[in-house]
């Protein structure tokens, strides 16, 4: 079976850094791509950010300039560098991982979500 383990969520005021990582372990044979989701209360789970193998990026219009996704494929891990945060930012952050298996060539998994709160 394949784990994805979120870490660094946490409280910050506006305007303040958090960084966060997500580690993927178990049986893959390669991880196709990665990202960041987030879901606020009442609101519809969205993509923040995504990295290709390659290292193709993508961001949602309202965290580019301020997040930056990076990969450490040899780690199979994830990072979510997010600066100049808002209170608009808060929300549980999900770590996505799109991964060729023994079984499927691309099968998604999802890490269990670490809580960003921005408030002074």
């Known amino acids: 079976q394949v784990q994805l383990v979120e870490s660094g969520g946490g409280l910050v005021q506006p305007g303040g850094s958090l960084r966060l990582s997500c580690a993927a372990s178990?049986?893959?044979?390669?991880?196709?791509?990665m990202g960041w989701y987030r879901q606020a209360p009442g609101k519809q789970r969205e993509l923040v950010a995504d990295i290709t193998r390659g290292g193709t990026t993508n961001y949602v219009d309202s965290v580019k300039g301020r997040f930056t996704i990076s990969s450490d494929n040899a780690k199979n891990m994830v990072y979510l560098q997010m600066n100049s945060l808002k209170p608009e930012d808060t929300a549980v952050y999900y770590c996505k991982a799109d991964l060729t298996t023994a079984w499927e060539p691309h099968q998604n998994y999802w890490g269990q979500g670490t809580q960003v709160t921005v408030s002074s």
């Open positions: 178990g049986s893959m044979f390669k991880i196709n791509a």
